[in-house]
């Protein structure tokens, strides 16, 4: 079975960092433009960032744009969201996503999910 897990979730007080990875199960995703997801209690998820199979392209939300970084292993299988300047309103369950398509914004553009980890940032 093809899945993808994610790690790294945790609690931590504002202000704080953490680093998210994902990490492929049942098969390779290094040819697999990648993006992270997030969802807050009671609202619908969004786009935090996404990134291109090579590694060589990015993109981010508006609201983490200078403050988290997206990134690939070095046999770029692994997906990595390096979270710093956490805010209480990044609390949510993170996911990581994987398109065969060209990395999107869009959840429907992604194939695989995994099942998410919860970050909670405290005042």
């Known amino acids: 079975q093809v899945q993808l897990v994610e790690s790294g979730g945790g609690l931590v007080q504002a202000g704080g960092s953490l680093r998210l990875s994902c990490a492929p199960s049942g098969r390779t995703f290094s040819n697999f433009d990648m993006g992270w997801f997030r969802q807050a209690l009671g609202k619908e998820r969004e786009f935090v960032a996404a990134?291109?199979?090579?590694?060589?392209?990015?993109y981010y939300a508006d609201s983490v744009k200078g403050r988290f970084t997206i990134s690939r292993g070095n046999a770029r299988n692994t997906v990595y969201l390096h979270m710093n300047s956490l805010k209480p309103e990044d609390t949510a369950v993170y996911y990581c996503?994987?398109?065969?398509?060209?990395?999107?914004?869009?959840?429907?553009?992604?194939?695989?999910w995994g099942q998410g980890t919860q970050v909670t940032v405290s005042e």
């Open positions: 996503a994987a398109t065969l398509a060209n990395m999107s914004t869009m959840e429907a553009r992604y194939d695989y």
């Open positions: 990134i291109s199979w090579s590694g060589g392209s990015t």
